[in-house]
Each structure stands twice: as C-alpha cells, then as structure tokens.
Nanobody
C-alpha cells in the first residue's frame, strides 16, 4: 500500500516563503510524475506543479509565474515545492500527488494514483 505524506505547511505573511515536502512509501515511483495540487475553501482542487521522473521537465499552473519551484529526489520517492513571494490568494490546502504518467508529466487529478492528506498553507495580508 502506498502512503503519501506532506509536510511543511504553515502560516506566513504576504511575501514570505514556505517549502513543502512530500514522501511516498510502499512502492518505487521513480519512473512516474509527481505533482502538487491545491484547494481553497469553496473552490475546486487545482493544478500547481508537476515534475517528470528525471526532474528534467516541470510544469506549473498559470498563477505560479516564477514564484514556485518543484523538485524531486528519486532515491527517497520525495518531491518538494519551494514557494516564494506568497500571496493571500495562495491560501489553500496543498496536496501531494504521486504515480502520475510514466516518464511523463500530469496536469489533472485523474492522472495520479496516490494522494496525501494535504497540508494547510495560510498567507496573511
């Protein structure tokens, strides 16, 4: 059974930074995309970022611009999301997703097989 656990969420002021971490266990996922999604109260879950198996290809939601950076460490089935210049509209529960496209990326919820429970990110103005 695959378990996905996020950490690193918290409270930060506008313009601050947070680094989210995610570790998957129970299966080797080094060939598959990993990603981050988020869901704000009253809104649908949306795509934040994805990274392919090697880390050479990444993709970001339009709202990210250059503020966020996704990276991964395959030996530990881990993925990270460095978030800078945070805004109040970034407030949401952030979810790690694993088991995306093999050797590819993934932008939608159905493309991922495994999900974490989420970590809350709150940005105050």
């Amino acid at each position: 059974q695959v378990q996905v656990v996020e950490s690193g969420g918290g409270w930060v002021q506008t313009g601050g930074s947070l680094r989210l971490s995610c570790a998957a266990s129970g299966r080797t996922l080094s060939r598959y995309a990993m990603g981050w999604f988020r869901q704000a109260p009253g809104k649908e879950r949306e795509f934040v970022a994805a990274i392919n198996w090697s880390g050479e290809r990444t993709s970001y939601g339009d709202f990210v611009k250059t503020r966020f950076t996704i990276s991964r460490e395959n030996g530990k089935n881990a993925v990270f999301l460095q978030m800078n210049s945070l805004k109040p509209e970034d407030t949401a529960v952030y979810y790690c997703a694993a088991g995306g496209r093999e050797y590819g990326l993934g932008w939608t919820i159905p493309e991922y097989d495994y999900w974490g429970q989420g970590t809350q990110v709150t940005v105050s103005s």
